[in-house]
């Protein structure tokens, strides 16, 4: 996606496995979202190829909250979709699922245009999915979304 990273940042990135030029196959994820009624946009499809399948520990103590466990797996967040779907109809977005944060109780999503969320029974947005990488590692926490979908 040819982003840089702050030092720190790509640090924790290349310590999880990822490296400049990463690409993973995401057709399992595509395959796995269709059957349950959701189709991964070009934009979580490009995230996933070089992020996909990384995996993050508990880090302690963030900047503005815990740097708790997350991953990039999209299939946990297949048992959520409807809550992902309604979320994405009440943001007037489509939502896929990227992976989760604080496993397995929330879920992380990405819109077609590359913004990142935090949903569960409440939704938060990180913003651009570069900014949002930064804020997941150092412990960020996401801007709150006022209200829940009906």
Not at 129 to 140: D, F, N, Q
Request: charged share 25%; hydrophobic share 40%.
């Amino acid at each position: 996606m040819g982003t840089t990273f702050p030092d720190d940042v790509e640090s924790v990135l290349r310590a999880a496995g990822w490296h400049t030029g990463r690409k993973v196959d995401t057709s399992l994820w595509r395959t796995q979202l269709a059957a349950s009624g959701v189709t991964m946009h070009e934009a979580a499809d490009r995230f996933l190829a070089e992020f996909g399948n990384l995996a993050f520990g508990d880090r302690g103590a963030g900047i503005t909250v815990a740097r708790t466990a997350f991953n990039f797996d999209p299939a946990e967040g297949i048992a959520d979709l409807p809550r992902l779907v309604e979320w994405g109809e009440d943001l007037g977005v489509v939502l896929c699922p990227i992976g989760t944060i604080e496993t397995p109780v929330y879920h992380l999503a990405m819109d077609a245009d590359g913004e990142c969320y935090f949903i569960t029974s409440w939704a938060g947005r990180y913003g651009p999915w570069s900014e949002a990488m930064v804020k997941w590692i150092r412990g960020i926490i996401y801007e709150e979304i006022p209200e829940e979908p009906e």
